[in-house]
């Protein structure tokens, strides 16, 4: 089984056994005697099982298992050593036994709630906070159920769930030990770029946008959606003039994947502010890297993407030759974009699509009636590629794949999720049952450019209850903590720098990092062997555990996030922040 199944499965035979001792205890008390010893049992038996889905979720990773046991696997002891030899003896009041199965009721429930709402790390605080309210729970039903505890039991409970409720909640509420980001960091630009060769003026607002006959309240740049595809060829010193005619939430300008200077990178509050409707904001780079990138507002991001501030940015090594098509996938109020389009293309031309997934979610594109290679992932170019055919490729949200042919006789047609986007005939397919492609293992590989790793971080991805807010709320969150708690990776300039990013959540997480290009290393301990893959945006599968790495080459504070915008504005956003000082002087900027 999967790491991502054993997480859901482990997950399940906890509530059933939560859900089995207090139906059992409730039974009980009701004298209802073989339904209480039959569900007791039932819950017995799961409590008994998680021993062995623990076990594996340890083997998958310490990160996967922490506080289920140290926090878990103590209380579900403690029920089976109570409740355990009342089942095996039952007695002839079957009522006596109430209080034992409801106290291993509470135990796994509480258990479950630190499973599900506190997460990586286990602290002391999650602990003692879960033995108060077992003790407290317990002793209410004692008094409740009339079978009262002597005078000193009775106190006894009242002084241990008093002084671990107030000891957890002092240890929980403890500030840790670093903060969150400083935002409103400003770095200054000193790069001298030269006279502009690319301008380009983006406009945003409000606007009415027709999808297949059906007119739609969005928000564009220029009117469009998506925006003006921006085009460059490498060498271009790029100018962007960004409006605000009306988007009364401000904008900005991200360039997804184009590792531009830190005040170039638009994200507000971090390298400039938003841009007011009135106001302007001139973004200047030069198109160092060739490839396919996209652009986007980083103001509510969640909000202005979905609702169309983006368009796709394409930078080339020489002016085009062939057919050089952009399919930019994108929901747009429930309608599927780009709308289909057909064209006929000549035999043996060279054809590149630039495929693109600017939605939240991964999106699955399979091209049809051709062998095909898969030249580029997120911009970057990959080694001895091999042809395909009846393949499929995943995109993660924020990625993009460049996919290569020569033309056929025959037509070919592009499928989104089973929907033709592009053909250049009529190409009717079945394209379901084809595999997909793992790009770990394509193309040819070349060693790691880097002997060893100045720093290491883990992100652990999950959810958990955030408190530090106006309104609690249970967020997605890194580390147990949730933006802007997350302490951010100081590096210093020049570092090598390994990332491990595990998801004990049950959802996928497309992580983004800003600024830089991450090397793949390996992932659920399997190193990958095929082209080196210089990613921008990869999909981290509930259980999955990627090692990644990247040299500091950057200097800023970068955005470090869930590329599922949703997730990224609840909680699942940190940074990557340039101590001052350089670590020492290292090999040129990217390895390619
Ligand atoms: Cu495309 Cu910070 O995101
Ligand atoms: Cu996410």
Known sequence: MSTGGLIATDLVIAVLAAAGWLGGGAAAAARRRPLALGLALFALLATLARAITVTALARAGWWFAAEKILIAAPLSLAAVAVAGPRLLRPPVDIRSVAVPLLFAGYAQSAALLVTVLHGYPASAGAGLLAVAGVVAATTISWRVLGTRPSRAAYRAALVLAVGALVAGTGLAAAPGATSGAPHHHEYRDARALG?????????????TVNVSGRDIAAWAFNGQVPGPELTATVGDVIEVVLRNRNIDRGVT?????????????GVPGVTQ?????????????????AGTYWYHTHAVSD???????YGVLVVRPAPATGVDVTVAVHTLAGLPLPVPRTEPVEAAAPVRLRLVNTDDTTHRYALAGTPFRVAAIDGFDLREPAPLVDTAVLIPAGGRYDLVFSAPATPVALFVDGRAVYATGTAPAATAGWPVLDPLTYGARSPVPWPRFDRRFTLTLDRGLDLHGLLPRYAHTVNGKADPDIPPQVVRLGDVVKFTIVNRSLVVHPWHLHGHHVLVLSRNGSPATGSPLWLDSFDVRPGDVWEVGFRADNPGMWANHCHNLPHADAGMTLHLMYAEGEARIGPPLHVR
Do not use: K
């Open 253 to 265: 300008l991200h360039w997804h994947g184009y590792d531009v200077p830190n005040g170039q990178d």
């Open 273 to 289: 502010a938003a841009v007011r409707p009135g106001a302007e904001f001139v973004y200047r780079f030069r198109a160092g890297q």
């Open 195 to 207: 006279e502009p060769t690319r301008r380009f003026t983006l406009t945003a607002g409000t606007a």
């Open 303 to 309: 909000v202005g993407v979905r609702m169309g501030l």
